[in-house]
């Protein structure tokens, strides 16, 4: 039932900006949580930001603060990723998540989108 979509992936130049955005239906936001997980080949799956949905306490990974912001729009069931100052390091598949903790690992999300491409190249 519930589906989870992510879209704005791409290849951006260093130091460039990009936003990603996630739709969510299906899914009771009450006392959950979303996340954004970034995963490159040889690698597990990490957290990078998440938000819990009705207090909008965050948490990120500390390579990415100052930087990165997540936020979410409950109007629209949208989860997003503002990403600037981007760096060759920020490359890897970006996947959205919910109905877990935040912050929290992988396997404590039920819901996952099928991700999208972030390369940062010159």
């Known amino acids: 039932q519930v589906q989870v979509l992510e879209s704005g992936g791409g290849v951006v130049e260093p130091r460039g900006s990009l936003t990603l955005s996630c739709s969510i239906s299906?899914?009771?936001?009450?006392?959950?949580?979303m996340a954004w997980f970034r995963q490159v080949p040889g690698k597990e799956r990490d957290e990078v930001a998440c938000?819990?949905?009705?207090?909008?306490?965050?948490y990120l990974i500390e390579s990415v603060r100052g930087r990165f912001t997540i936020t979410r729009d409950s109007a629209k069931n949208t989860l997003y990723l503002q990403m600037r100052n981007l760096s060759p390091e920020d490359t890897a598949m970006y996947f959205c998540?919910?109905?877990?903790?935040?912050?929290?690992?992988?396997?404590?999300?039920?819901?996952w989108g099928q991700g999208t491409q972030v390369t940062v190249s010159s």
């Open positions: 998540a919910a109905g877990g903790m935040c912050p929290g690992e992988a396997v404590g999300y039920p819901y």
């Open positions: 299906g899914l009771n936001f009450d006392d959950t949580a």
């Open positions: 938000i819990k949905w009705s207090t909008l306490t965050t």
